[in-house]
Nanobody, 121 residues
Framework: QLQLVESGGGLVQPGGSLRLSCTAS????????IGWFRQAPGKEREGVSC????????NYADFVKGRFTISRDNAKNTVYLQMNDLESEDTAVYFC??????????????WGHGTQVTVSS
């Protein structure tokens, strides 16, 4: 069983930055790609980014390209999402998940409980 815990969310002004962390526990962490998703009130959960288990492959949704960067430190069982130039539209609960690297939530087997990101002045 794999457990995922997100952290690093908070309130930030437009144009600001946050770094989210997703820390995994469980011996099978290295077997999985890790993805980040987000869900705003009244909207579907959408894929933001993912990184393969070997770190050789990453994928980003068009709406975050050039602003967000995903990385992973397998020695720490942690995946990071660096978010720069944040916009009010980025306000959402952010979730990490373990599975296959894609932006489709159906490709993931394990989910964290999420961390709130609010972008507001």
């Amino acid at each position: 069983q794999l457990q995922l815990v997100e952290s690093g969310g908070g309130l930030v002004q437009p144009g600001g930055s946050l770094r989210l962390s997703c820390t995994a526990s469980g011996s099978t962490y290295d077997y999985f790609a890790i993805g980040w998703f987000r869900q705003a009130p009244g909207k579907e959960r959408e894929g933001v980014s993912c990184i393969s288990k070997s770190e050789q492959s990453t994928n980003y949704a068009d709406f975050v390209k050039g602003r967000f960067t995903i990385s992973r430190d397998n020695a720490k069982n942690t995946v990071y999402l660096q978010m720069n130039d944040l916009e009010s539209e980025d306000t959402a609960v952010y979730f990490c998940a373990a599975g296959w690297c894609s932006l489709n939530k159906a490709d993931y087997d394990y989910w964290g409980h999420g961390t709130q990101v609010t972008v507001s002045s």
